[in-house]
């Protein structure tokens, strides 16, 4: 059914996403350990800042560069990143790691499975070697995979259950060790290489180009349309910004929630992550069939409105087991409706136009998560654990509504 290339993409994504399993765990619990909420909150706003550069590059030069070149230059800078992170014996280099990372470390639902521009990348490229008729389910695989990858990562890291007593900074201290954090950020480093190797046996697609009347390309006739292409799709990316803030506001920093909240060991929160990927991972296979019988936009809605309203009661749970619940169904129901609001875009915007659209709206989401954090952080460690839930709830809700609205498709999108 799929072709050579999109199986290539597919096997990077699961390659790629491996590592965020572990470190998307093993992140926060970290940080906090070797830092203040300031230092917590800036490692993942410098993160969605640096996601946030590449998105305006791609919208910017889109058209004059392959997307599976970006895919390749995005996986190698946070392999750096990675080992960065595993030699470095200052915290504050960890800050320099998380300005070049170039990517999401939310863990569990939402892009909990390496969002931003990778995922924005990764997208397009699926979207440029499939037809329309199996887009979706192309974009649904991908969601899949990497939720299964994350999963086995997260699971990896529960099996090594690193204690208290190694959560240390020195690498040269810790020595090689799988208990030891800097031993685990050089596994992830690697294997983030190996899949920007796998990446580069995809075949190129051409550069997207933009004649002019006179029957050559004007290069700044693409950046030009990016305005055109904002005003045409302005309330996606009202709803994208306000979706980017209220999950930016937990979801990066949900392990560290659970360790707190519970007092529990980090092998049992690598755990409760591996389950919860396991456990979502194969919603996405319905989408394409909650997609038919709802619509795009009424089910992109229900679902949104669906999981704020359960991380509200997970927030107030009184035990683990109530608040894994809410939690597990909250991002079951985030991953669920992603590929149908990624195929939303693609279906809504012309196929001239989908590199440019498709990175103005991720911007919009990664503007919105690169302050959550620095406010989720703060809000978690200093004033009360629930905040974050709390408030991310009706951001969440306002793009929702924002979806209600149904434009037609654009006659050129297919």
């Keep these: 059914m799929f072709s050579r290339d999109i199986a290539l993409i597919l096997a990077s994504r699961a390659v790629r996403t491996f590592p965020l399993g572990i470190a998307g765990v093993l992140l926060p619990v970290y940080l906090a350990s070797i830092g203040s909420s300031l230092f917590v909150g800036l490692f993942y706003s410098l993160s969605a800042a640096s996601t946030l550069v590449t ?12 997307v599976r070149d970006v895919l390749i230059v995005q996986t190698l800078f946070l392999s750096t990143a990675l080992s960065i992170m595993a030699l470095s014996p200052f915290s504050l280099l960890f800050l320099l790691a998380a300005a070049i990372s170039i990517t999401n470390w939310a863990p569990g639902g939402g892009s909990g499975t390496g969002g931003g521009a990778y995922n924005t990348s990764v997208n397009i490229l699926l979207s440029e070697h499939s037809e329309s008729g199996s887009r979706t389910l192309a974009l649904s695989l991908s969601s899949l995979i990497g939720a299964v990858s994350f999963s086995v990562g997260a699971y990896f890291l529960s099996v090594v259950d690193i204690p208290k007593s190694m959560m240390v900074l020195n690498p040269v201290t810790s020595g090689p060790n799988l208990q030891s954090p800097a031993t685990l950020f050089a596994v992830c480093a690697v294997t983030q290489f190996i899949a920007a190797i796998v990446l580069s046996f995809v075949r190129r697609t051409p550069k997207e180009t933009t004649p002019t009347p006179g029957g050559t390309t004007d290069s700044t006739t693409g950046r030009r349309s990016i305005f055109g292409v904002f005003r045409r799709a302005s309330f996606l990316v009202v709803a994208e910004f306000a979706n980017g803030l209220g999950m ?52 992109i809605f229900l679902a949104r409105t669906g999981a704020g309203l359960l ?13 894994l619940i809410p939690y597990f169904v909250s991002t079951s129901l985030a991953r669920l409706v992603s590929p149908v609001q990624q195929s939303f875009v693609f279906t809504r915007i012309a196929r001239s136009e989908w590199t440019n659209a498709a990175s103005i709206i991720a911007t919009a989401n990664v503007v919105g998560a690169a302050v959550g954090p620095l406010v989720g952080a703060i809000l978690l460690l200093d004033v009360n654990l629930a905040l974050p839930f709390v408030l991310a709830f009706p951001l969440i809700l306002v793009s929702a509504l924002l979806y209600r609205r149904e434009p037609g498709p654009s006659r050129a999108a297919s």
């Design 311 to 323: 991380l509200v009661a997970t927030a107030f749970a009184p035990t683990l087991t109530t608040a």
């Design 55 to 66: 998105l305006g590059l791609l919208g910017a030069y889109g058209h004059r560069v392959r």
């Design 248 to 299: 930016g506001l937990f979801s990066q920093i949900a392990p560290l929630w659970f360790y707190l909240r519970f007092n529990l060991s980090l092998g049992t929160v690598g755990l409760i992550f591996a389950s919860v990927g396991l456990l979502t991972a194969f919603v996405v296979v319905i989408s394409p069939r909650v997609e038919s019988k709802l619509g795009q936009s009424n089910a």
